[in-house]
């Protein structure tokens, strides 16, 4: 979330959690990243982020864990003195327009940290060891999902569901056989009232209310048990649950509705197979 904040995203962690686990559940392709390097970050920060990341193995990874630009309409170019930033178009500007008194502020969309040699640092140099292990760890999150596609096996999953009792199945570790583990009603009704972020007030109205927690206490307890496996996240005081309820599968390019592009040739060798075929 401080990190949230720092881009001014207008949402939380807990939210974008939720969205993504929404998306494995229907089998939904969404497209994001992780960003680094922001002023003013804390390592710290990463840190929590890489012990997040293996329990997220279930959803859908991000397209990478990529250090931010500086573009037009950002924060830090409305106000870079606030961020003690002094910014300046990216070079390649130069290349594609006339001088212009020695600058192109007022057409560019892309900025660097003025003296930046982006042919030279591409951002990454002020990343830490733990920036290091965030993207490895994504690299692998991303390699698990891409072996799973290519053998045309399941994609890990973290599903709730009801056969003679309540069972969570949980592949997220591709190292280890899947878990079933079976959970009593109280757990089921905490996972499900979770699918959306409670705080601990709201978490409360669910002790005696035509469900099967009974006390303060055995909330507390259900919720420790259900954050130390990476069944409910804890963040900024939030509790959300990343157990999936569905498990579609995600479609493959050729089945997507809204169709994909061909390189040509395969697009020539149909042309013809069609033209044999009507003759």
């Not at 994609?155 to 709730?160: E, M, R």
């Not at 303060?216 to 990476?230: D, I, R, S, T, Y």
């Amino acid at each position: 979330d401080p990190v949230l904040k720092l881009m001014r995203k207008g949402t939380s962690a807990a939210l974008n959690l939720e969205c993504l686990r929404l998306c494995r559940e229907y089998g939904i392709n969404p497209a994001w990243s992780i960003l680094s390097g922001f002023p003013g970050e804390e390592d710290r920060w990463y840190e929590e982020t890489l012990q997040l990341l293996p329990k997220l193995f279930h959803l859908r990874p991000p397209n990478g864990f990529i250090p931010i630009r500086y573009d037009r309409f950002s924060p830090y170019h409305d106000n870079p003195q606030e961020w003690n930033l002094t910014l300046e178009p990216f070079e390649a500007y130069r290349h594609l327009y006339p001088p212009y008194m020695d600058q192109h502020d007022d057409i560019a969309y892309f900025f660097k940290r003025k003296g930046r040699d982006e042919l030279e640092d591409d951002g990454l140099s002020i990343w830490s060891q733990t920036h290091w292990a965030c993207r490895e760890m994504v690299s692998r999150w991303k390699k698990i999902w891409a072996d799973r596609t290519q053998s045309g096996l399941e994609q890990p999953q973290l599903y709730l569901l009801k056969e003679d009792q309540w069972k969570v199945r949980d592949d997220r570790d591709p190292d280890k056989p899947m878990l079933i583990e079976t959970v009593p009603e109280a757990m089921k009704d905490l996972l499900v009232y979770c699918r959306e972020r409670r705080s601990m007030g709201m978490l409360q109205r669910i002790v005696n209310e035509q469900g099967q927690i009974n006390s303060k206490a055995e909330l507390q307890v259900l919720l420790e048990e259900a954050v130390m496996k990476g069944w409910i996240i804890k963040i900024s005081q939030q509790w959300i649950s990343i157990v999936q309820i569905k498990n579609h599968q995600q479609l493959s390019q050729s089945e997507w509705p809204g169709g994909r592009l061909l390189p040509t040739i395969q697009l020539e060798q149909r042309h013809t197979a069609a033209k044999i075929g009507s003759s």
